[in-house]
């Protein structure tokens, strides 16, 4: 078969992106398109790219395994189908039940092991006679700023960052404390509330704007969702995050989370699903053993490096390690 034909089969997909850290899917998917489209690989065995690193390769179809790492799998594949990206969803075997979360988060279509050749060209073909995607309404931005160990420094952060913001007049802020046994933001920015947030994530899939109006408070221009008044243990589950980050996304250009750390399945979750982290550490060694730690957990969860920005606690410049010993053992670039 020659190439243009190879590639009119598959009608006007073109250029394509595959995400696909299980090399047992990743080959014989590479055989079946490399004649057929333009196929960009960007899911090797280092984990999931980020959904910026997706758009800049131009494509009109990705390729997600979403066996590897479900959760962030599965919130990716979300990710670029609101960007109005067709998405083939792709796994080792038929499970009926990620199947059905798959074709939820936006997938058109799924296949399993053994790869066939032409039943993926028919997949994408029949994705291809399907109407192109309108523009999808623009999303906001969640940032999740968490401590490393020997820091307290981050809820300042959350604030400080929250409420430079919020001074621009055409952009909705959303600060919100994710803390429900230590949480400090309601008592630094003096607020007191009927409802906190234990009250908004009882229950994230049924979230309604009217209820949240009652739930947050109004400060310096922005929402603020604050802690229990009562205090408690983190107990969330961690399946309604997705959820609740859908739901913040649609109403708000910038949602800045303050979280107490990796302390539980629900942090992790607000952690891997978030589009931008802020790691904030301190100058010690402990400190940079800690961040050590949570960027392995992270990067073993599939987490992007590129959604991970590291922030040193300025107040103690003095002392400690310099911020150039510090970026030699991570590695990576440190923000102060």
Not at 118 to 142: E, I
Request: proline share 7%; aromatic share 4%; net charge negative.
């Amino acid at each position: 078969m020659s190439v243009e034909r190879a590639r009119g089969e598959l009608g006007r997909f073109q250029r394509g992106v595959l995400v696909c850290p299980d090399a047992r899917l990743r080959l014989p998917v590479r055989e079946a398109l490399g004649t057929r489209m333009d196929l960009t690989d960007l899911g090797g065995p280092e984990g999931y790219p980020d959904l910026a690193a997706i758009l800049s390769a131009g494509p009109e179809l990705c390729l997600v395994d979403v066996g590897t790492h479900a959760a962030t799998a599965l919130d990716l594949v979300r990710q670029v189908s609101e960007a109005g990206i067709p998405v083939i969803a792709l796994h080792q075997s038929s499970q009926p039940d990620l199947i059905l979360e798959a074709l939820r988060a936006g997938a058109g279509e799924f296949l399993f092991d053994p790869i066939d050749p032409q039943h993926l060209a028919n997949a994408v073909a029949r994705l291809a006679r399907k109407p192109a995607p309108a523009a999808p309404p623009p999303r906001g931005k969640v940032w999740v700023v968490l401590p490393a160990k020997g820091v307290g420094l981050s809820t300042v952060v959350s604030c400080h960052l929250a409420e430079l913001l919020a001074r621009r007049r055409d952009v909705r802020v959303l600060l919100a404390d994710m803390d429900p046994l230590q949480g400090s933001v309601g008592f630094l920015l003096k607020l007191k509330t009927p409802f906190s947030m234990a009250d908004a994530l009882a229950d994230p899939a049924h979230l309604e704007r009217d209820l949240w109006k009652q739930v947050t408070a109004r400060h310096a221009g922005m929402d603020v969702l604050v802690a229990p008044e009562q205090p408690q243990l983190d107990r969330f589950d961690p399946a309604g995050a997705p959820a609740l980050f859908e739901f913040l996304r649609r109403h708000y250009e910038v949602t800045v989370a303050d979280s107490p750390g990796l302390v539980s399945p629900w942090q992790l979750q607000l952690a891997l699903r978030c589009d931008e982290l802020l790691l904030v550490m301190g100058h010690d060694v402990a400190a940079v053993q800690a961040t050590q730690r949570t960027l392995r957990l992270l990067e073993a969860e599939g987490m992007a490096g590129s959604r991970i920005r590291l922030l040193l606690d300025g107040s103690r410049r003095a002392t400690g390690l310099s911020r150039e010993s510090i970026e030699a053992a991570l590695q990576r670039e440190v923000f102060h």
